[in-house]
């Protein structure tokens, strides 16, 4: 059974820092992995989306990495600002099933 | 264009009482998905439709749950007598095909008394 974890739980930062977010998954056999974000009693925002024959995605101050075979992914956040506090899932689909399996969730709150 | 809307946002009722569940997908999208989220974890998978088909329906907890689709398009979650422990964010999410980002809806909170 896949296994989706995020340490930390929560991170608290100044404003500017260069963040990395961990995200770790016990089944290398992944279809792709999706970065999201929630914000407080709002749904899911889909942020990057790597497929499993990628390395990486960039989007703008993020950048997301992925290594298969160690079972790993990192969220790489640039300059952070005060809006990026949030919630950041990661999860990944399983080859063969079409149901995402999220993490718990960082809650990051990035302080000006 | 709009993206996935669902309806009601927030849900009221008591122990033993049914529930829909509304879901509007993005329009063209064939994948539609229902996930539940606790607080303080991450969303579970409840049921993956295709086009009209349930094509996954592993996650559904129970039998007094159900999901349909009849047309393709809007989905209704549905919930029979219901316990307090189905309290929870209902997340809708969908895509082109299953290939693709899934994009979520705002959710339903239910909160069952």
């Known amino acids: 059974k896949q296994e989706v974890t995020q340490i930390p739980a929560a991170l608290s930062v100044p404003e500017g820092e260069n963040l990395v977010l961990n995200c770790s998954f016990t089944d290398s056999a992944i279809y792709n992995l999706q970065w999201f974000r929630q914000d407080p009693g709002k749904g899911l925002t889909s942020l990057l989306l790597?497929?499993?024959?990628?390395r990486e995605q960039t989007s703008g101050r993020l950048n997301a990495s992925l290594d298969k075979s160690s079972g790993r992914s990192t969220l790489y956040i640039a300059a952070s600002q005060p809006g990026d506090s949030a919630t950041y899932l990661c999860a990944v689909k399983q080859g063969g099933s079409e149901k995402l399996v999220f993490g718990k969730g960082m809650k990051l709150t990035v302080n000006p | 264009g709009a993206g996935v809307s669902q309806t009601p946002s927030n849900k009221v009722t008591e122990k033993g009482k049914y529930v829909e569940l509304r879901c509007d997908p993005i329009?063209?999208?064939?994948?539609l998905y229902w996930y539940r989220q606790s607080l303080g974890q991450g969303p579970e998978f409840l049921i993956y439709f295709q086009g009209t088909g349930a094509a996954d329906d592993s996650g559904l907890p129970n039998d007094r749950f159900f999901a349909v689709r009849p047309e393709g398009s809007v989905s209704t979650l549905k919930i029979q007598r219901t316990e307090r422990g189905d309290s929870a964010v209902y997340l809708c999410?969908?895509?082109?095909?299953?290939?693709?980002?899934?994009?979520f809806g705002p959710g339903t909170r239910l909160l069952v008394l």
């Open positions: 329009s063209g999208h064939t994948a």
């Open positions: 999410a969908s895509s082109l095909d299953r290939q693709e980002t899934q994009y």
């Open positions: 790597i497929q499993s024959s990628q």
